[in-house]
């Protein structure tokens, strides 16, 4: 099975490696990332189904716990990166479909070079959308350096989301890109619904307890402060099946696969999952 497993990464990407060419070139300014240029882009994910025998063996026909279990046990075989590390991998990840040279911010939408990374404004920076604060992990190696749920984010936008949880509500905000905020919750912009609720269940699947690092739960509560936990279940279970992925999430996550920690997010693959388990 791991040869097999092998080849099918090798081939997968070398698809990967083509599309990434045939990007087009950088434009001078930043301009906001549409989801027609993103489905415009050709993935290089192998459908899903593709993994049911191979990687996903072992998780299918399976519900509950038993998913859960089972599915951990999968993706906790990763390559484990370095924070600085990170800024490499996120201009790959999530490098603008429409132009090689800038990058996708999650919450506004906006489209950034991808050399403007740091702490200035006008920067991007290193959102961890599982807030490091709810488990204490801060960004050491393990749910600090995941980059399934670390993203770039303006540096401005990125502080006024800051540890809240996800819930449905709130006021605009400059740059917000149709992102909305109150007192203790956040809602990400339509386009990203989905990809912000996928992204924390992997977090909950993929952090036990285990390695020395807290035991990550989705509960049904906003304002969960320094806990690790983050909500609001039901708000991020309708978000995944409002928003289901697409080609930039799918290339995303096949990107991360191949070339990084050559783990996947299973509720990428199979969105189905999240109501199996929860």
């Given at each position: 099975m791991l040869a097999i497993r092998i080849r099918r990464r090798k081939a997968v990407a070398l698809a990967t490696a083509a599309v990434l060419a045939g990007l087009t070139a950088p434009s001078l300014t930043a301009t906001e990332a549409t989801?027609?240029?993103?489905?415009?882009?050709?993935?290089?994910?192998?459908?899903?189904?593709?993994?049911?025998?191979?990687y996903y063996e072992d998780a299918v026909g399976k519900t509950g716990d038993d998913l859960k279990s089972s599915l951990h046990t999968i993706?906790?075989?990763q390559t484990k990166l370095s924070y600085s590390a990170v800024w490499d991998a996120l201009k790959t990840t999530d490098q603008d479909p429409a132009d090689s040279g800038n990058v996708v911010l999650l919450y506004s939408g906006l489209s950034r070079s991808k050399s403007l990374n740091g702490g200035d404004s006008g920067d991007w920076n290193r959102e961890h959308v599982w807030a490091k604060s709810h488990g204490d992990f801060g960004t050491a190696t393990g749910p600090g350096t995941d980059i399934h749920h670390l993203r770039p984010e303006d540096v401005r936008v990125n502080s006024v989301r800051g540890n809240k949880d996800f819930d449905n509500g709130g006021d605009g905000f400059?740059?917000?890109?149709?992102?909305?905020?109150?007192?203790?919750?956040?809602?990400?912009?339509?386009?990203?619904?989905?990809?912000?609720?996928?992204?924390?269940?992997?977090?909950?699947?993929?952090?036990?307890?285990?390695?020395?690092?807290?035991?990550?739960?989705?509960?049904?509560?906003?304002?969960?402060?320094?806990?690790?936990y983050i909500g609001k279940l039901s708000v991020l279970k309708a978000w995944n099946d409002e928003d289901?992925?697409?080609?930039?999430?799918?290339?995303?996550?096949?990107?991360?696969?191949?070339?990084?920690?050559?783990?996947?997010?299973?509720?990428?693959?199979?969105?189905?999952?999240?109501?199996?388990?929860?």
């Open positions: 989801a027609t240029t993103a489905t415009a882009t050709a993935t290089a994910s192998a459908s899903a189904s593709d993994y049911d025998s191979t993706i906790s075989d400059t740059d917000s890109g149709g992102s909305l905020t109150d007192s203790d919750s956040f809602e990400p912009r339509d386009a990203v619904k989905g990809d912000v609720a996928r992204m924390i269940f992997y977090m909950a699947v993929r952090y036990e307890g285990g390695d020395g690092w807290a035991d990550l739960e989705v509960n049904g509560s906003v304002d969960n402060g320094s806990s690790p289901p992925p697409d080609a930039f999430e799918e290339r995303r996550n096949q990107v991360i696969y191949d070339s990084y920690q050559h783990n996947r997010n299973p509720f990428v693959d199979h969105p189905e999952w999240v109501e199996a388990i929860w």
